[in-house]
């Protein structure tokens, strides 16, 4: 299983980024997927996961009601719907996958794509 992220960039303050998280292999449909994010000097933060079919999601308090998380599974993407950005949202975002079947939420993360740059100036 390999996951790609993309979509990260240099955006201000109360703009909007999507992130993509492209996943293939075999089974990746009934996997649940995270985004996490780790900015210089702090560690590595939960943000969003998002079940296998997206019929439940959850949030950190920090994003709650600015992102929202979703899934194509036709197209074997995650996304992650940025709004409302602020500079303390500034950070490398990582998608990963939780390869127990159907299972939620993610207790251990197996997979991990490569990050993407999110900057968010003031």
């Known amino acids: 299983v390999q996951l790609q992220a993309s979509g990260g960039g240099l955006v201000q303050a109360g703009d909007s980024l999507r992130l993509s998280c492209v996943a293939s292999g075999r089974n990746v449909k009934n996997y649940g997927v995270g985004w996490f994010r780790q900015a210089p000097g702090k560690e590595r933060e939960s943000v969003a996961a998002?079940?296998?079919?997206?019929?439940?999601?959850s949030y950190a308090g920090s994003v709650k009601g600015r992102f929202t998380i979703s899934r194509d599974n036709a197209k074997n993407t995650v996304y992650l719907q940025m709004n409302s950005l602020k500079p303390e949202d500034t950070a490398v975002y990582r998608c990963?996958?939780?390869?127990?079947?159907?299972?939620?939420?993610?207790?251990?993360?197996?997979?991990w794509g490569q990050g993407t740059l999110v900057t968010v100036s003031s």
């Open positions: 990963a996958a939780d390869s127990t079947v159907r299972r939620f939420p993610p207790i251990r993360y197996d997979y």
């Open positions: 998002i079940n296998w079919n997206g019929g439940s999601t």
